[in-house]
């Protein structure tokens, strides 16, 4: 066992804001029209939080499409739709973390990429 | 027991857009600099379901400042604080909702304020 | 235009709730395991709300297990397998309505099946 | 810059865990005979989840009557009234975590507590 350190509280923080936004915005209705200002949103209530240095949120208009109903033309937000790249600044520890759909195994990954010290 | 109307339709669908629109946003991160585009986006969220003629969101600014969490700047979206004023129109009949702070009974109460035939 | 009665407050009251529990519930982890407590739980979020007389709520396991993910073992609860019938007393008028998913259309429908003054 | 370790991905996955949580539960209908079924559900909808070793989830009681709504006798789940302990197991690391509110500063606290290896 050891101290808490820097680095654990970034990669932490990190796995919050994205578990977070996941849970917040599924569901989300939305249409080919509306997925960009939904993306500059979901960005916005990251950005709002603690600890957040960057965010960058892409919708699979492919799958909006796709998964569009016919006759309403719009569907909901689903996990494997998003991408998210996130970045975390904690005193001076930078985790970068992704939310994406990995198709080999049909779940919305999420992972740390990379952890720097600036 | 008399059959389903219009009316009844226009009415049910009024009920429907306010309860989802309420359960799929609070708990939204937000701070006074983000109100105006998280209002626009559950109007949107909105506008793209059927049946949805038109919408109007506001969040309650005084509320979100005094919620405000003081070292972290932003608080997250509660019901009392959204106000929405929301039109059905089902086949020729148009109903009028609205989600308000009910401060009396401190309750964030839905209505239906009026139903038309067109 | 015509003033508000009793069915309009029950069939509305009712459209609240399906919209509600919706969206509140949509994107909960879900396992073969859990699904019978998941479908209490949303019973009771109903319940305890104004004007619910009664509601059933049961979860398609068939897509459960077809959407679980196969190393993790679960996957998250969707509109579509979703199953809701709930009854609104609202004074002295019942209203019926129903959550179901509509296979032709492939969307998750709620509708008012029926009105009844007591 | 280093690799990502055993320790970073358990405390990653600690947060999503967390966040994931706080934002599908937040804004659920809850009275004070419904908090310890949804406790369990809480707890469940953990545990389905990869790497969950094991969770905790208490509401606070007395938060709940006294957010009660006189006349309804509900309230809604808020992130204040949840205290959660989770432990996390990635291959042979422990993450501690906690969700507490912070009196002091009036916010639900996110933080790693713990980290060991078996």
Same mark, same amino acid.
């Given at each position: 066992m050891t101290e808490i350190n820097e680095r654990d509280r970034a990669v932490f923080e990190a796995g919050i804001k994205l578990g977070a936004l996941y849970h917040q915005f599924v569901g989300t209705p939305i249409s080919m029209d509306t997925a960009n200002d939904l993306e500059r949103m979901i960005e916005q209530s990251a950005i709002? /939080?603690?600890?957040?240095?960057s965010i960058s949120v892409s919708i699979d208009r492919g799958m909006v499409q796709k998964k /569009?109903?016919?006759?309403?033309r719009y569907c909901e937000l689903e996990g494997r739709m998003l991408h998210v790249s996130l970045q975390v600044l904690y005193k001076n520890t930078i985790a970068y973390a992704e939310l994406a759909y990995d198709e080999e195994q049909d779940y919305p990954l999420m992972s740390i990429k990379k952890i720097e010290s600036m």
């Open positions: 709002v /939080q603690p600890y957040v240095r /569009q109903n016919p006759t309403f």
